[in-house]
């Protein structure tokens, strides 16, 4: 079954210092991945994605992903943490016999204290 | 207005009413999708509609009824709902050619069923 996982409920960083959020995949066929942050009562929004080409993702934000196919992972990073990246943090995966749906991570929350 | 737009933002129903959740997206995209967003666990895939036509109905039960009228606006029609359908839901678009692009939410409509 195609599944993904978001293993950390909440992360706690220090502002300034580098942060990450995991996600592992499991899909048949070629990976479709994304990434998406939700703040407080608001909708989801795109931060980036990962289709072909260089394993490294840069998105909005400042925040980048890497694309590792033997661990099947697509950790969300960012070199220095913002109180305001203090939000909920999606991982997505789709698979090119999806159909169009999005494969969803639980989420996890991301806290950056001053 | 721009994006996507979600009324009414905070709905609470009793179990024997009936209401709707509208969706509209200002993007020119042509698929639309309902989720439901409940705490801690992954978005829930309701109902995809490409080009007006339903492509998935993931299980949904018929106390949830959805409607497309044309490809900018969305529709879930409630009635006699539990409280366990209480949650956030989310309306998204996106533009499904052969580029993987990625979708677009709205702010959500908090829904509380008493």
């Known amino acids: 079954a195609q599944s993904v996982a978001q293993p950390e409920d909440q992360v706690n960083v220090a502002e300034g210092n580098p942060l990450t959020v995991k996600c592992t995949y499991s899909v048949s066929g070629n990976p479709y991945l994304f990434w998406y942050v939700q703040y407080p009562n608001r909708g989801l929004q795109f931060l980036l994605k990962?289709?072909?080409?260089d394993n490294l993702v840069k998105g909005s934000y400042g925040f980048e992903a890497e694309f590792n196919k033997s661990q099947t992972s697509f950790h969300l990073k960012k070199p220095s943490a913002l109180v305001s990246d203090s939000a909920l943090y999606f991982c997505?995966?789709?698979?090119?016999?999806?159909?169009?749906?999005?494969?969803w991570g639980a989420g996890t929350k991301l806290i950056i204290k001053p | 207005e721009t994006g996507v737009t979600q009324t009414p933002r905070h709905l609470v129903m009793g179990m024997t009413n009936k209401k709707s959740l509208k969706c509209e997206q200002h993007l020119g995209h042509n698929a639309m999708y309902w989720y439901k967003q409940s705490a801690k666990k992954p978005l829930e895939l309701m109902f995809v509609y490409n080009f007006k036509e339903q492509t998935e109905n993931n299980s949904v039960p018929s106390r949830f009824s959805p409607e497309c009228p044309n490809s900018s606006h969305l529709f879930l029609h409630l009635h006699t709902l539990q409280p366990e359908d209480s949650a956030l839901y989310l309306c998204?678009?996106?533009?499904?050619?052969?580029?993987?692009?990625?979708?677009?939410f709205g702010p959500g409509t908090r829904l509380t069923v008493l």
């Open positions: 990962y289709i072909t080409g």
């Open positions: 997505a995966v789709r698979a090119l016999d999806s159909n169009y749906q999005l494969i």
């Open positions: 998204a678009s996106s533009q499904e050619d052969a580029t993987l692009n990625e979708q677009f």
